[in-house]
């Protein structure tokens, strides 16, 4: 029989770890997290990482796991997450997969098979030496020859664009095809997959709101600490919304105003392409998601309610 494994998911912003915390205090569950920013320490602020408090003594993982110096990718989540989910099951507990990076949660899901191609370095290095010439032409190259992909990756993930350009270059096939190939095989777990929606107008002031927040909790001195560690653009755990931006400040490339409008505005375009990438896995037959618009629902409890009668009756929970 395989895992039982409660997916919530959805843009940035959209209240996941709460109903996340929720759900597992109900259940009986341990939290997940499928979050590209949390998994550092010292990184809380603009991950906007679940506090202690918050927490509620729900076993979390893959939270507060790796310096800021350490590369995060998603061959390195999803072994770790496989982990983590035989032995939340041997706890006796059901696992919660909780965040917006729908790419670590297909990688889960599907168990997918990333091929590893041979080191091209001289190519990595010319794609490197382009990137630093002239910034933004990766992405501009990966989205004419993989648009799926480039649907998939922030433009500010240069190391995973050149990833995915480096396994064009090699073998001829878009990544996006590689996955998609993969996507045909069963689910790896038996999984109830929630994805938490909103009317966009009011997502889009929860986000202002939580950027504005960011920066009363300091933000800008948490980005000076990591700066002084020696923490730039290039590495991995600094190109997060929120972090690149107030960096470039910090390094005089813009003011901190407009490193904050930025960080607002490119917030919500990365809110639009995660909810876009959940209705094509939908309409691609990948994955089947239950969507909750909490807009419905009076109030949260509401929400909690019918997803807990969702899970209780999928997984034969009784009460």
């Given at each position: 029989m395989k895992?039982?494994?409660?997916?919530?998911a959805?843009?940035?912003?959209s209240?996941?770890s709460?109903?996340g915390i929720?759900l597992?205090?109900?259940?009986?569950?341990?939290?997940?997290?499928?979050?590209?920013?949390?998994?550092?320490?010292g990184m809380?602020?603009?991950s906007a990482k679940?506090?202690a408090e918050e927490?509620d003594?729900?076993?979390?993982?893959?939270?507060?796991?790796?310096e800021?110096?350490?590369?995060?990718n998603?061959?390195?989540?999803?072994?770790e997450?496989?982990?983590?989910?035989?032995?939340?099951h041997?706890?006796?507990?059901?696992?919660f997969?909780v965040?917006?990076?729908?790419f670590?949660?297909?990688?889960?899901?599907?168990?997918?098979?990333?091929?590893q191609?041979e080191?091209s370095?001289e190519?990595?290095?010319?794609?490197?030496?382009?990137?630093?010439?002239e910034?933004g032409?990766?992405?501009?190259?990966?989205?004419?020859?993989?648009?799926?992909?480039?649907?998939?990756?922030?433009?500010?993930?240069?190391?995973?664009?050149?990833?995915?350009?480096?396994?064009?270059h090699?073998?001829?096939?878009?990544?996006s095809?590689?996955n998609?190939?993969e996507?045909?095989?069963?689910?790896a777990?038996?999984?109830?997959?929630f994805?938490?929606?909103?009317d966009?107008?009011?997502l889009?002031r929860r986000?202002?709101?939580?950027?504005?927040?960011?920066?009363e909790?300091?933000?800008?001195d948490?980005?000076?600490r990591?700066?002084?560690?020696?923490l730039t653009?290039?590495?991995?755990s600094?190109?997060?919304?929120g972090?690149?931006?107030?960096?470039?400040?910090?390094d005089?490339?813009?003011?901190?105003e407009?490193a904050?409008?930025?960080?607002k505005?490119?917030t919500?375009?990365?809110?639009?392409r995660?909810l876009?990438?959940?209705?094509?896995?939908?309409?691609?037959?990948?994955s089947?998601?239950?969507?909750?618009?909490?807009d419905?629902y009076?109030?949260?409890?509401?929400?909690?309610?019918?997803m807990?009668s969702?899970?209780r009756?999928?997984?034969g929970?009784?009460?």
């Open positions: 895992d039982k494994l409660v997916i919530i959805g843009p940035t912003a209240g996941k709460g109903a929720a597992a205090k109900r259940l009986r569950g341990s939290i997940l997290s499928a979050d590209s920013m949390q998994v550092y320490k809380d602020i603009g679940v506090t927490m003594g729900v076993p979390h993982y893959l939270i507060d796991v790796l800021p110096t350490e590369e995060w998603v061959v390195r989540f999803q072994k997450a496989r982990k983590a989910v035989r032995e939340i041997a706890a006796g507990r059901l696992p997969l965040g917006g990076t729908g670590y949660i297909q990688s889960l899901l599907y168990d997918i098979d990333f091929t191609m080191d370095p190519y990595r290095k010319e794609l490197e030496a382009r990137e630093k010439q910034p032409s990766l992405y501009r190259e990966l989205s004419e020859v993989d648009p799926e992909e480039a649907l998939e990756v922030h433009p500010n993930n240069v190391k995973r664009i050149i990833r995915a350009l480096e396994y064009y090699q073998s001829g096939e878009r990544i095809q590689h998609a190939a996507h045909e095989k069963p689910a777990y038996d999984a109830v997959f994805v938490l929606t909103m966009r107008e009011k889009y986000i202002d709101a939580r950027v504005d927040r960011m920066l909790q300091g933000l800008v948490e980005v000076k990591l700066r002084a560690l020696g653009e290039r590495d991995v600094m190109q997060g919304l972090y690149r931006q107030i960096l470039q400040a910090l005089g490339k813009c003011t901190l407009d904050v409008t930025r960080i505005t490119e919500r375009h990365f809110a639009k995660q876009t990438w959940f209705r094509r896995e939908e309409a691609m037959g990948r089947k998601i239950i969507w909750m618009d909490r419905a009076a109030d949260e409890d509401a929400m909690l309610d019918d807990e969702v899970i009756g999928r997984f929970i009784m009460t």
